[in-house]
């Protein structure tokens, strides 16, 4: 399977795509006069990935009410292009196309005048369909979590790992499975990872059944996200977490009525699970997780059924886990999302579809005891457009008005909630429902 130039395979656990990327870093733009308290700059790290005859979009939105400034960098291995430039209006969403033909391909998104949100699409070609997406991550950081791996002979496991800065990460990669020790092969440890460089690490011998990954940066910062592809057809894209949690939300739906959740447990104690199915109508035990254990330092697939909408809120008894949700849309390509540690009141909903026809849909689910009014705003191409309000009950999941989202499928969608807090996700088909992805809410800082 062709990967992009440049990428090269270690047996056993990596394959290592080193890309030399030339970060033009343009002058620093003043930001306008902001309210106290709003965040005014900052940026965006997208290590989405790719593959020979992929395309690469990042969705952005603008929930504020001034406009916002922001410069988008593509890397890859093969270098990088001229920064684009946009200016982002009051209210709305843009798509910006960037490089995804490498398999260590990767964005940063800088902005200034105010906050902005920022995701990727990816669209597989080549010898490989799907379409994969999930928010981009607001920081980079030392140490980060990607519990979205497989040892599938039919599927692939990739690890994105990206050092936008000017000076050089050192960085190493463990590799955590079920029923064997913590693998740290000497390729992967130490890894010196040159400024505005990314690399790709292919995560999956056959013998190791689930795998994930775990990234620890010794000097200076890096981003990470991890990449599925399937031989048969489909992708999927988890962006990392840098801190585990003792629970996790995971919405999700429109999909086959079966989720895949891969648990992993990077502490030196043994957890145990208590897992809940919230659906539209009714809480019940999520029977394949609940009561099942994972091991300390490694990771373990848990199999769900489930129904639509549906979200499986999983619990430890003390250490942190990180947890994904993994599923198949009707045409049988994958989705995945790495879910939420808790409800929150404001969100902005990136959409996830690849090219035509489209048919967004959007999941709420609110984990809390109290019942969530939530006011749903479109952020469109010319700026604010319908809005509608949703109740969603205590302990339940359901799915935002069809004809809502449908009205303006490329549009993001603004979550507020007056009362309570959700967990929002977008759940999309297009290419004739031959593509499916799963995409998280974005947070919304104050």
Same mark, same amino acid.
Request: charged share 15%; glycine share 12%; with cysteine.
């Given at each position: 399977?062709?990967?992009?130039?440049?990428?090269?395979?270690?047996?056993?656990?990596?394959?290592?795509?080193?890309?030399?990327?030339?970060? $033009?870093?343009?002058?620093?733009?003043?930001? =306008? +006069?902001?309210? @106290?308290?709003?965040?005014?700059?900052?940026?965006?790290?997208? +290590?989405?990935?790719?593959?020979?005859?992929?395309?690469?979009?990042?969705?952005?939105?603008?929930?504020?009410?001034?406009?916002?400034?922001?410069?988008?960098?593509?890397?890859?291995?093969?270098?990088?292009?001229?920064? $684009?430039?946009?200016?982002?209006?009051?209210?709305?969403?843009?798509? !910006?196309?960037?490089?995804?033909?490498?398999?260590?391909?990767?964005?940063?998104?800088?902005?200034?005048?105010?906050?902005?949100?920022?995701?990727?699409?990816?669209?597989?070609?080549?010898?490989?369909?799907?379409?994969?997406? =999930?928010?981009?991550?607001?920081?980079?950081?030392?140490?980060?979590?990607?519990?979205?791996?497989?040892?599938?002979? #039919?599927?692939?496991?990739? !690890?994105?790992?990206?050092?936008?800065?000017?000076?050089?990460?050192?960085?190493?990669?463990?590799?955590?499975?079920?029923?064997?020790?913590?693998?740290?092969?000497?390729?992967?440890? #130490?890894?010196?990872?040159?400024? $505005? *460089?990314?690399?790709?690490?292919?995560?999956?011998?056959?013998?190791?059944?689930?795998?994930?990954?775990?990234?620890?940066?010794?000097?200076?910062?890096?981003?990470?996200?991890?990449?599925?592809?399937?031989?048969?057809?489909?992708?999927?894209?988890?962006?990392?977490?840098?801190?585990?949690?003792?629970?996790?939300?995971?919405?999700?739906?429109?999909?086959?009525?079966?989720?895949?959740?891969? !648990?992993?447990?990077?502490? =030196?104690?043994?957890?145990?699970?208590?897992?809940?199915?919230?659906?539209?109508?009714?809480? $019940?035990?999520?029977?394949?997780?609940?009561?099942?254990?994972?091991?300390?330092?490694?990771?373990?697939?848990?199999?769900?059924?489930?129904?639509?909408?549906?979200?499986?809120?999983?619990?430890?008894?003390?250490?942190?886990?990180?947890?994904?949700?993994?599923?198949?849309?009707?045409?049988?390509?994958?989705?995945?999302?790495?879910?939420?540690?808790?409800?929150?009141?404001?969100?902005?909903?990136?959409?996830?579809?690849?090219?035509? +026809?489209?048919?967004?849909?959007?999941?709420?689910?609110?984990?809390?005891?109290?019942? %969530?009014?939530?006011?749903?705003?479109?952020?469109?191409?010319?700026?604010?457009?319908?809005?509608?309000?949703?109740?969603? +009950?205590?302990?339940?999941?359901?799915?935002?008005?069809?004809?809502?989202?449908?009205?303006?499928?490329?549009?993001?969608?603004?979550? *507020?909630?007056?009362?309570?807090?959700?967990?929002?996700?977008?759940?999309?088909?297009?290419? #004739?429902? %031959?593509?499916?992805?799963?995409?998280?809410?974005?947070?919304? @800082? *104050?």
């Amino acid at each position: 399977m062709r990967r992009g130039r440049g990428l090269l395979t270690v047996v056993l656990a990596a394959a290592l795509v080193a890309g030399g990327i030339a970060l $033009q870093r343009l002058g620093p733009r003043e930001p =306008e +006069p902001a309210p @106290p308290g709003t965040i005014t700059t900052g940026a965006w790290f997208c +290590p989405h990935g790719g593959g020979d005859g992929w395309s690469g979009i990042l969705e952005v939105a603008n929930p504020g009410e001034s406009e916002v400034q922001a410069r988008v960098t593509s890397m890859g291995s093969d270098g990088s292009g001229k920064p $684009q430039t946009l200016t982002l209006a009051p209210g709305t969403t843009s798509r !910006v196309a960037v490089l995804a033909t490498d398999g260590a391909s990767a964005s940063m998104v800088e902005y200034f005048g105010g906050w902005m949100a920022a995701g990727w699409v990816l669209v597989a070609g080549g010898d490989e369909s799907g379409v994969a997406a =999930e928010p981009c991550m607001p920081d980079a950081g030392r140490r980060f979590l990607l519990p979205d791996g497989t040892a599938d002979p #039919d599927q692939e496991a990739w !690890v994105v790992v990206m050092n936008p800065f000017g000076s050089e990460a050192v960085f190493s990669l463990t590799i955590l499975t079920y029923q064997h020790p913590p693998i740290r092969n000497t390729a992967l440890t #130490d890894f010196v990872l040159k400024p $505005q *460089h990314s690399v790709a690490f292919r995560l999956n011998p056959e013998w190791m059944g689930t795998v994930a990954g775990e990234v620890d940066a010794s000097l200076g910062r890096v981003a990470a996200a991890s990449l599925g592809i399937a031989s048969g057809g489909g992708a999927r894209s988890v962006a990392g977490t840098p801190a585990g949690s003792t629970g996790v939300v995971l919405p999700g739906g429109l999909d086959d009525n079966n989720a895949s959740v891969v !648990v992993m447990n990077p502490t =030196e104690e043994n957890a145990s699970l208590s897992a809940a199915l919230l659906t539209d109508d009714a809480e $019940q035990t999520a029977a394949g997780a609940q009561g099942q254990g994972v091991e300390a330092m490694s990771a373990r697939t848990l199999d769900v059924v489930t129904s639509s909408p549906s979200t499986i809120e999983l619990s430890s008894d003390g250490p942190v886990i990180a947890a994904s949700r993994r599923t198949f849309g009707v045409g049988g390509d994958q989705g995945a999302t790495l879910g939420a540690p808790a409800a929150s009141a404001d969100w902005v909903v990136l959409p996830a579809v690849g090219g035509p +026809p489209y048919d967004p849909r959007l999941i709420l689910a609110n984990p809390d005891e109290v019942d %969530a009014e939530v006011e749903l705003s479109l952020l469109g191409e010319d700026g604010l457009g319908e809005s509608v309000t949703v109740t969603v +009950p205590a302990r339940r999941t359901v799915l935002a008005p069809t004809d809502f989202t449908a009205s303006a499928p490329l549009a993001a969608v603004r979550v *507020h909630a007056t009362q309570g807090g959700v967990v929002p996700v977008f759940v999309s088909y297009s290419q #004739d429902r %031959a593509g499916y992805a799963v995409s998280l809410g974005v947070s919304v @800082p *104050h």
